[in-house]
Each structure stands twice: as C-alpha cells, then as structure tokens.
C-alpha cells in the first residue's frame, strides 16, 4: 500500500520556522516529482513546492520563493520543506504530492497524496 506521511506541522508565531517532512512508503519514488501543495481555509489549493523527478530542478510557488526550500532523499523516500520568515498567510493544511516524471506538480497528475498536515502561523 502506498502512502506519504507528512510531519512536522504546527503552531509557531510569524517570522518564525517549521520544518515538514514527508515519508514515502510501499514503492520507490526516485521516478516522481515531489512536493507540497497547500489549502487555506476558503481557498483553493495552492501549488508551494516541488523537487522534480531527476532531482535537479526546484520549483516554488511565487509566494514562498525566498523563504521555503525543498529538499529530497531518495535513499530514505523522504521530501522535506524548511519554511523561514512564516506570515499569517501561511496557514493551511500542507499536502505532500509525489507525480510520476515530473518536473514539478500538477495538481491533475498528481498520483499520490497524503493526509495532510496542519501549520498556523500566528501574529
């Protein structure tokens, strides 16, 4: 069965850091993009980050570059994002997503999701 844990998520006061993390089991996905979308309440789900398949290139969505980083492990199945300078705004529930060959994530070809975890950032 295959599944993607996310942990790490939380309560922290703006300007401050979280790191989430994200485990992978039931196959190898050294062959999927992957990263983390997030949903706010009231909104749609927004696209924050992504490692691709080849672990070459990352890709941000335009409100976090400059203080999110996306990183992998293949050896451990893990994908990790260090999220610096949090505003308010940040706060949603964060999904991590794996797609097969992709470069980045598209919501539409996203094969696997997990549960969610929740981070809230206050003022």
């Known amino acids: 069965q295959v599944q993607l844990v996310e942990s790490g998520g939380g309560l922290v006061q703006a300007g401050g850091s979280l790191r989430l993390s994200c485990t992978a089991s039931?196959?190898?996905?050294?062959?999927?993009?992957m990263g983390w979308f997030r949903q706010a309440v009231g909104k749609e789900r927004e696209f924050v980050a992504a490692?691709?398949?080849?672990?070459?290139?990352?890709d941000y969505g335009d409100s976090v570059k400059g203080r999110f980083t996306i990183s992998r492990d293949n050896a451990k199945n893990t994908v990790a994002l260090q999220m610096n300078s949090l505003k308010p705004e940040d706060t949603a529930v964060y999904y991590c997503a794996a797609q097969l060959y992709g470069l980045t994530l598209r919501p539409s070809q996203v094969n696997y999701w997990g549960q969610g975890t929740q981070v809230t950032v206050s003022s």
């Open positions: 039931g196959r190898s996905f050294g062959n999927y993009a």
């Open positions: 490692v691709s398949w080849i672990g070459a290139t990352n």
